[in-house]
Nanobody, 123 residues
């Protein structure tokens, strides 16, 4: 079992930045995919960014490429999502998720989820 706790959400103006953090309750190892997802009211949950802990390969949704960066700090069991040039359409609840014991990242295979942190971008 693993618990994930997100932090760093808030309200910003369009063009602003936020950094989300996801702290895991234990070391996730080198065969885990850590991901960030978001869900806006009335919309389906979508994958935003993911990172494979063994090697650091990263994956992004087209809508955030060039604006968001996912990174990891293994010493702190923490994954970050740096969000720059935020747009009103980025407004959503953001969730951290983990897919342990895997050899690659897939948007559909996450077993553990955090409670979410709200991001609101005003125009």
């Amino acid at each position: 079992q693993v618990q994930l706790v997100e932090s760093g959400g808030g309200s910003v103006q369009a063009g602003g930045s936020l950094r989300l953090s996801c702290a895991a309750s234990r070391y996730m190892g080198i065969s885990t995919c850590m991901g960030w997802f978001r869900q806006a009211p009335g919309k389906e949950r979508e994958g935003v960014a993911a990172i494979y802990t063994g090697g650091g390969s990263t994956y992004y949704a087209d809508s955030v490429k060039g604006r968001f960066t996912i990174s990891q700090n293994n010493a702190k069991n923490t994954v970050y999502l740096q969000m720059n040039s935020l747009k009103p359409e980025d407004t959503a609840m953001y969730y951290c998720a983990a897919d342990p014991w895997t050899n690659s990242c897939s948007w559909k295979s996450f077993d553990y989820w955090g409670q979410g942190t709200q991001v609101t971008v005003a125009s």
